[in-house]
Structures are given as C-alpha cells and as structure tokens.
C-alpha cells in the first residue's frame, strides 16, 4: 500500500508505505492550538515515510520527546514524530485520498474542546 500526501501549497509531498494504523484522534491542547480543532492522524513507522518535495518542510520541537513537522509557506501542520522513537504521525487532512479511513482511538479526550462531538471509534 502507497499512500500520498502533501501541503496546502504543495512545497512538501510525502508518500507513506507499509501498514499505517487507522485514524487516532488527539485531543490534547497543543494539538488543538497547532491544528484549530482535534488532530486526526495514521500512526506510521518513520521508514515507511519518504519524502519526494521538502523545500517547505520545518520541524519544531513541541515537547522533550517529539517535534512537529509543517510548510513553512503556507503553514500547514502536517507531522508529528518522536525524537527517539520508530513512529510518526501523518495528520490525515494532508492525505490526498482519505476514503479509506476510520478513527480507531480517541486521545487525550478529557481535554477536547466543548465545541465538538467526540468522533466515533470503529
């Protein structure tokens, strides 16, 4: 399976082998702060992504354990990724193909915002 994906203005464009996980739902604060709203994301491991346009990518270190990875042109929040952990997290918005996908796990939920519904696991 290839999945692919990019930013808003397409200065990063990544694909995604493997098996990615299905959707997991941060709820946490800073994903809320970073994305708007609650970040759904495939949990992928970091070999499996390559990436094939990265003039735009950025990273930022977020916590003592992870970064996050967005276009610095057009600000999109696209990735997060351990610093010394196999996994990172492909923000499932960036995918150019979504249909395939179901929210298997909500995190953080007693952060989430009072403003959604909490969305279903499959």
Not at 43 to 65: C, I, M, P, R
Not at 83 to 96: E, H, R, W, Y
Request: aromatic share 10%; charged share 20%; net charge neutral.
């Amino acid at each position: 399976m290839e999945i692919t994906g990019k930013c808003a203005c397409g200065q990063v464009a990544f694909s995604v082998t493997g098996t990615p996980s299905g959707v997991v739902s941060c709820h946490c604060k800073t994903c809320q702060r970073l994305h708007g709203n609650y970040n759904p994301m495939i949990v992928a491991e970091k070999t499996d992504v390559v990436f094939t346009k990265e003039d735009g990518l950025t990273w930022y270190e977020s916590s003592a354990d992870a970064r996050r990875g967005f276009c610095s042109h057009c600000g999109s929040a696209l990735f997060k990724q351990q610093i010394t952990g196999p996994k990172m997290l492909v923000a499932v918005g960036s995918l150019d193909d979504t249909s395939m996908w179901k929210n298997i796990k909500n995190v953080f939920a007693e952060e989430a915002g009072g403003y959604y519904l909490m969305p279903p696991q499959a």
